[in-house]
């Protein structure tokens, strides 16, 4: 057995132990999921309607729909020999067998799971592709900057944001937010852009503890609050976390080397923004999570997010070879900061009604 055709069996073992691989993809069953078919339609509903199905999600989270979560894992297929593909042209090689898994952990993060004698099974949260995906949407139809008209005028986007929260903070990591349309030109190049570095990001966070062999003195953190009950995973310590950022910043900013100076000053912000976005968000939904008084899995694992996102752009600074390639990130973040606000009032309002 060549070294290839033994990684290949680790591999095959480590997918044994990934949830999705485990249930029936349905390709040919009627798509139900609940959209909004045009821009205009978004929010147009009565208030009452729009309340009722934010207290919907809450009261009875929707069914885990096999034929999503079997798309959003050939999206971590797709990503994974990318990063570590860029992993090696860092010279960071990857020798440890690594496999992403689509799973509801719960939380923003990824989680590592060692598999004795095969290799490290990386659980990404079912929910956050989806959260990530709305989010760019919500602020790429409803920001001038990126088309005008905007698609969305202020009051809708503060309902669909508050949707796709409320989906996140309480639809264990199944499809709980109506679908919002399709995006064309400038808008769908800058959101797939975004989704795919952000996703990206998460997955070589995980491979940089492999990388940096934190996982050997890690400790075992079982938590019970997951949606799928007790969960298992490895906590590494804040300074090792601060660390994973980094080496998931250096190895992600190699995609840009071969970049003529254009197509650099086009995508260093977008990558940038990206990473940082999975930060903005942790810290939006932490923050919420908290005020909801809802328990977040693997909570106090991770840095503050507001450390991380320090720490981060202190590492980019000195990286980074555009001028404005933290400008997309911090017009995201004072975007999200402005959006609470009507997030907060639309919770007020829900709370209202479950009384």
């Not at 860092?90 to 060692?114: E, I, K, S, Y």
């Not at 950022?245 to 100076?261: C, G, H, K, Q, Y």
Request: glycine letters at 6%.
């Amino acid at each position: 057995m060549t070294v290839e055709e033994l990684r290949a069996r680790h591999v095959e073992l480590l997918r044994s132990r990934r949830v999705v691989d485990h249930l029936a993809a349905a390709p040919c069953a009627p798509d139900t999921t609940r959209r909004y078919h045009t821009w205009t339609r978004v929010a147009a509903e009565p208030l009452r309607t729009r309340l009722e199905r934010l207290a919907e999600v809450r009261l009875r989270p929707a069914a885990y729909h096999a034929g999503h979560l079997h798309d959003l894992q050939r999206t971590l297929d797709a990503l994974q020999p990318e990063v570590l593909h860029l992993a090696r042209v860092a010279g960071l090689p990857v020798t440890t067998p690594v496999l992403a898994g689509v799973f509801p952990t719960g939380t923003l993060d990824g989680v590592c799971v060692p598999v004795p004698g095969r290799g490290v099974l990386v659980l990404v949260n079912s929910a956050l592709p989806d959260l990530l995906a709305a989010v760019l949407k919500i602020m790429t139809g409803a920001l001038p900057q990126y088309g005008a008209p905007p698609l969305l005028d202020p009051d809708q986007a503060s309902y669909a944001l508050a949707e796709a929260v409320n989906a996140y903070l309480y639809g264990n990591g199944a499809v709980g937010a109506t679908r919002l349309p399709e995006l064309s030109g400038r808008r769908t190049a800058l959101v797939g852009l975004m989704l795919r570095r952000a996703i990206q990001f998460v997955i070589a966070h995980e491979l940089g503890h492999v990388l940096a062999g934190h996982l050997v003195g890690s400790r075992r953190w079982t938590d019970t609050r997951t949606p799928v009950g007790a969960l298992d995973a490895r906590s590494v310590g804040w300074p090792r976390e601060h660390e994973a950022d980094r080496i998931a910043a250096t190895v992600l900013l190699r995609s840009l080397d071969e970049l003529n100076p254009r197509e650099l000053d086009a995508h260093e912000p977008c990558l940038v923004g990206a990473l940082l976005l999975v930060l903005f968000l942790h810290e939006v939904t932490d923050r919420l999570a908290d005020e909801l008084g809802l328990a977040v899995p693997f909570a106090g694992s991770h840095p503050p997010p507001v450390r991380r996102i320090q720490s981060l752009v202190e590492h980019l600074a000195d990286r980074l070879r555009t001028p404005r390639a933290l400008d997309l990130a911090a017009d995201v973040a004072t975007w999200l900061e402005d959006q609470l606000a009507g997030v907060r009032e639309w919770f007020r309002m829900v709370d209202e009604v479950l009384i």
